[in-house]
């Protein structure tokens, strides 16, 4: 499962669009991985950041606001998006691997 968190320093990015720093972690079934890595973007790009989540094969995206557009490609392309979450970066992506990460969680 590969998991990416949207960046604003160590906490999630208020919007997706605005983006320019991302994490991106992956585990295996047993909850092991390789250390997260942080990829930084060329500039705030949402199409960009769709691009990237396709090409990175990625499961599940964790984010501040998203504009409903991008939700819904998103969703269409059997990507698991837990929007309006607002805190540390750290504690979210640990929530989200746990399953316990919903929509609008102030964490």
Do not use: H
């Not at 998991?3 to 720093?21: G, K, M, S, W, Y």
């Not at 504009?67 to 979450?85: A, H, P, T």
């Amino acid at each position: 499962m590969k998991i990416l968190v949207t960046l604003t320093a160590d906490q999630i990015a208020p919007r997706f669009d605005l983006c320019t720093e991302v994490l991106i972690a992956q585990f295996n079934d047993d909850r092991t991985g390789p250390e997260p890595r942080t990829v930084l973007l060329p500039g705030p790009s949402a199409d960009e950041l769709c691009s990237l989540i396709l090409k990175e094969g990625i499961d599940i995206v964790v984010c501040g606001g998203i504009e409903d557009s991008f939700f819904q490609y998103l969703i269409w392309k059997k990507v698991r998006v837990i929007d309006r979450v607002i805190g540390p970066s750290a504690k979210a992506l640990q929530l989200a691997l746990e399953e316990g990460l919903r929509a609008g969680a102030v964490i």
